[in-house]
């Protein structure tokens, strides 16, 4: 079984200001990782994913992502944010043939 | 091309009442998923249906039951209400059930239990 940690649950940090989300899992067996967006009143939406190969990932409205499998960990960063950034972010693993877990969240709130 | 959309997007019911949330996948996406999501927590796997077959059940009660149509929409049903029942249920399609294929949610359906 898998497990995901948020242990940030709010993020306040200025505009045009960089930041990072962080995340840890535990697993035992390899996984896939994933970092969601979730705006007020929506779904989620996908903002990277680390399958294979180079350990930093880039996904949209530039955020990135390092894996680290030594700590186990899946931090989302962005060196610049703005107003709109502001939303509720889920860290989430999945095992091959396995089902999503996701993290109890971050909620991220830029400010002017 | 359409998303995965869900109806109703809004619905409140009481306790002891039953619900039934819809979801209509991507056009090709074989498998749906469905998660529960409380106020101020992530989203907890509920089921997951691949070729009209439940593949995966999360850790909740028998009132809850699913099932996936010909044309891969699912229909998610809860039974005997509770006022913990209340929530965002989510419904998110993928091509296949293998791990690397991402998750694409729709907005969900809210449910109030009063």
């Known amino acids: 079984a898998q497990s995901v940690t948020q242990l940030d649950s709010q993020v306040p940090v200025f505009e045009e200001a960089p930041v990072e989300l962080r995340c840890n899992y535990s697993?035992?067996?390899?996984?896939?990782l994933f970092w969601y967006v979730q705006y007020p009143n929506q779904g989620l939406q996908l903002l990277l994913k680390?399958?294979?190969?180079?350990?930093l990932v880039k996904g949209i409205n530039g955020f990135e992502a390092e894996f680290n499998k030594s700590q186990t960990s899946f931090h989302l960063r962005k060196p610049s944010v703005h107003i709109s950034d502001t939303a509720e972010y889920f860290c989430?693993?999945?095992?091959?043939?396995?089902?999503?877990?996701f993290g109890p969240g971050t909620r991220l709130s830029v400010l002017p | 091309d359409a998303g995965v959309t869900q109806s109703p997007t809004h619905l409140i019911k009481t306790r002891g009442q039953h619900v039934t949330l819809r979801c209509s996948p991507i056009?090709?996406?074989?498998?749906v998923s469905w998660y529960q999501q409380v106020l101020g927590q992530g989203p907890q796997f509920i089921f997951q249906?691949?070729?009209?077959?439940?593949?995966g059940r999360g850790n909740f009660p028998d009132r809850f039951s699913a099932r996936q149509f010909p044309n891969y929409s699912s229909e998610l049903n809860v039974n005997a209400l509770l006022l913990g029942d209340s929530a965002l249920y989510l419904c998110?399609?993928?091509?296949?059930?293998?791990?690397?294929?991402?998750?694409?949610f729709g907005a969900g359906s809210r449910l109030t239990v009063l």
């Open positions: 697993s035992s067996v390899s996984v896939y």
């Open positions: 998110a399609s993928s091509l296949d059930r293998t791990g690397a294929n991402v998750l694409t």
């Open positions: 056009s090709g996406h074989k498998s």
């Open positions: 680390y399958l294979s190969g180079s350990t």
């Open positions: 249906y691949y070729e009209k077959e439940e593949r």
């Open positions: 989430a693993v999945r095992g091959y043939g396995q089902n999503f877990v």
